[in-house]
């Protein structure tokens, strides 16, 4: 198979790359155990790299399965191979497919004449790896899911305390507590909680609260082929994801950036436990790209409202000051 | 309960016992389409050609507000109960004993008003059953929860108000005429505060001018609402025809205001100007201002009943409007991606809230960098 030069990785840094780096690999076996022992306390979460999602929604139906969620019928929806549309009460797992023109970032890739036309071949041929060669596409995938932001709007804005700061520093939702009063679904700048109209009540990932309690790792992680997903301590999560940026930029992937790493790269959230390796601008993958946490700014809008309740007390004073002399 | 039908499960072989097995479906769930979903579908690359910029195939980043009617209808009787109590609590202070029949009206308003809005409150809840639980916390950074405890603290302080004098109890009525009084102030204003603590780019643009318009609201309702009362005295009249009158200028401006700051961002400010939404902003525009002009044409003293009455349904329509218009003006710019895109590229996310934007690109390249 012919690669583009410098793009595609050689065979022996592709089986480095299958099973992540060495950090995700020992994550595997720590985070593995299932002898049902908690996982220690200490932030945890996903570092989502969508340069080797391959787009199989493996994670997707570990989520379902694993947390028995109900279906979400049977649905054509008409965007690329993208028939879960979004995240939802009963969506905690989704993964996107944008289509664009041009090749793969990072594996050349862009092809499509197999798909077409009268010289297609009778069998897909390994992906012609040149772009100038026929095909003008490629797809980027992106497995998303609840951020588990580290300043959270969900959580700070519910007035019921059903949102909680879990000791694995994941946002759970507590079924039993919440009252269903919707405050938290326009609150996340990320489009992710919603609540379910049937059932009554705000629903999303919990990062498998109930698997970490059992000594594994979330359904998602687990079922991902390429380790797209790698979960593990939000440290050795930082360090992984520098270092694949650091690989990428070195074979030529220019674009490689991380998105919501730590408090330094989104201050509007103080950085996302669930952070992601992006090859392109958010919009393109429906991320927001200055996202904050809206309690930060509600203190001007408090400021503003005290005065007005104020000048209504002065109004009702004036008015009731000024028809003193009205004959009765 | 359909639960273990839409899992696909076979509830003799299999526990239904994961974290999402307690979320009731209906039958034959579709979700789809996703709500607020775009029908324009375009490729990614084709849709960044068009206006705006890019986006995922039209789709909208955030989930739209649940909320239903029974949320701006409170958000306007809500303003009547704090009107209403400001008006009493007020007036009882200058003169307790001329006033008392504003004062009686007033406070079986913000009596009456408190417990509709407790009501209306509590339809909108997912889970009606469980509404208590909305004190189970107090949560400063939630609008919603400091305005759940002042509700909570409101209602029987109104409610008392209004009750206790007519059963001989005049002094304990009075002080609870003024506990209610002074709650009020956060009553009215803390509607636009809880739109605002939330990622809707509308609600988020205007976070320091609907305070002020919802404030001005409240009271042009209020007057409205008191100049309904079939009869009223020269004094009474006066009052609230003064009041209505300062309060429709303050909605005006206010109103101006809103629109001014939400079309910083021409995308944020759309709803205001297009569809239902934008239709229901000028229906609120309009009758604030023929009220405005209605209560302020010279009558002969015959032709003054029919004025206050003219001008008090006027300001009633242009303030139930005008909570419907904002709230939904704010649905309206959730379904847009590009709003919420639009505004934090221009600097109003983060960058405008914490001083510095997202990195969105490699070399530390931030969302405001050109
Ligand atoms: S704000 Fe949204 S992304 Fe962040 S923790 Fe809450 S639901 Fe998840
Ligand atoms: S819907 Fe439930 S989880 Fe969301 S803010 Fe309300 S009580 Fe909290």
């Known amino acids: ?328 | 309960m359909s639960g273990s039908q839409d899992r696909h499960v076979d509830p003799e072989r299999a526990l239904l016992s994961g974290e999402g097995a307690g979320q009731r479906t209906g039958e034959g769930d579709h979700r789809f389409p996703v709500r607020g979903h775009g029908t324009e579908h375009r490729r990614p690359d084709e849709a960044a050609a068009g206006d705006g910029g890019t986006t995922y195939y039209d789709q909208p980043l955030l989930k739209e507000p649940i909320w239903i009617w029974s949320v701006p209808a409170y958000f306007y009787v809500g303003g009547v109960t704090s009107g209403a109590a400001i008006v009493g609590a007020v007036a009882q202070l200058v003169d307790r004993q001329g006033l008392d029949r504003l004062i009686r009206r007033s406070r079986w308003l913000a009596g009456g008003g408190a417990a509709v809005s407790t009501v209306l409150l509590i339809i909108d809840l997912g889970r009606p059953a469980r509404f208590l639980n909305m004190l189970r916390v107090f949560r400063p950074s939630s609008a919603m929860s400091v305005g759940s405890w002042t509700l909570a603290a409101m209602a029987p302080a109104a409610g008392a108000s209004a009750v206790l004098p007519a059963v001989g109890a005049r002094r304990l009525g009075d002080a609870a005429g003024l506990g209610a009084g002074a709650l009020a102030p956060v009553l009215g204003t803390y509607t636009a505060v809880l739109l605002s603590d939330t990622a809707v780019p509308l609600w988020q643009a205007t976070r320091t001018s609907l305070p002020r318009f919802f404030a001005a609201s409240a009271t042009v309702a209020t007057a409205s609402a008191l100049e309904l009362f079939p009869t009223v005295d020269a004094r009474e009249e006066a009052i609230t025809r003064h009041l209505g009158m300062v309060a429709k200028v303050a909605d005006l401006v206010c109103g101006e205001q809103v629109q001014h700051q939400a079309d910083e961002v021409a995308r944020v400010g759309r709803p205001l100007h297009e569809g239902a939404s934008g239709a229901l902003w000028r229906t609120a525009k309009l009758s604030t201002a023929a009220s405005l002009a209605v209560s302020l044409v010279p009558v002969p003293a015959r032709w003054r009943a029919a004025r206050r009455i003219l001008s008090a349904v006027l300001g009633t329509l242009g303030s139930l409007a005008g909570r419907f218009a904002v709230f939904h003006a704010g649905k309206r710019s959730t379904r847009d991606p590009r709003a919420s895109f639009a505004q934090q590229r221009a600097g109003r996310g983060a960058a405008g809230v914490d001083g510095r934007a997202g990195v969105t690109g490699p070399g530390g390249q931030r969302a405001t960098d050109a």
């Open chain 1, 1 to 328: 198979m012919s690669v583009s030069p410098g793009i595609m990785p050689t065979s022996d840094e592709s089986a480095e790359l299958r099973a992540g780096s060495e950090l995700a690999r020992d994550h595997r076996g720590e985070f593995d155990r299932g002898h049902g022992h908690a996982l220690p306390a200490g932030a945890k979460g996903f570092f989502t790299d969508t340069t080797v999602c391959i787009g199989c929604k493996a994670c997707e139906v570990a989520c379902k399965q694993w947390n028995q969620l109900p279906d979400d019928g049977f649905v054509f929806t008409g965007t690329s191979y993208d028939n879960t549309g979004d995240l939802g009460s009963s969506t905690w797992r989704h993964v996107a497919f944008i289509e664009r023109p041009g090749a793969h970032p990072t594996t050349g890739f862009a092809d499509m004449s197999w798909f077409e036309g009268d010289d297609a071949p009778s069998a897909p041929v390994a992906f012609g790896p040149d772009p100038q060669g026929g095909g003008d596409f490629s797809w980027l995938m992106l497995s998303d899911v609840c951020k588990h932001c580290v300043h959270a709007g969900c959580l700070d804005v519910c007035p019921t305390g059903a949102i909680i700061r879990t000791e694995y520093e994941s946002v759970y939702i507590q079924p039993d507590v919440c009252n269903g009063c919707g405050m938290c679904v326009p609150a996340c700048p990320f489009g992710v909680v919603d609540r379910r109209e049937e059932d009554g009540r705000a629903w999303k990932c919990t990062l498998c609260y109930d698997r970490q309690r059992d000594g594994l790792e979330p359904a998602c992680a687990k079922a991902c082929p390429t380790d797209s997903i790698v979960f593990g301590d939000i440290d050795d999560l930082r360090a992984i994801a520098e270092e694949r940026v650091a690989t990428l930029h070195e074979r030529g992937v220019d674009s490689a950036y991380l998105y919501g790493a730590d408090a330094a790269s989104q201050p509007g959230t103080q950085g996302l436990n669930a952070f992601f390796l992006l090859t392109d601008a958010p919009e393109v993958y429906n991320l927001p790209p200055d996202p904050v946490d809206p309690t930060h700014a509600v203190g001007a809008a408090w400021r503003s409202a005290l005065v007005a309740g104020a000048a209504m007390v002065v109004a009702v004073a004036g008015a009731v000051l000024s028809a003193a002399g009205a004959r009765r």
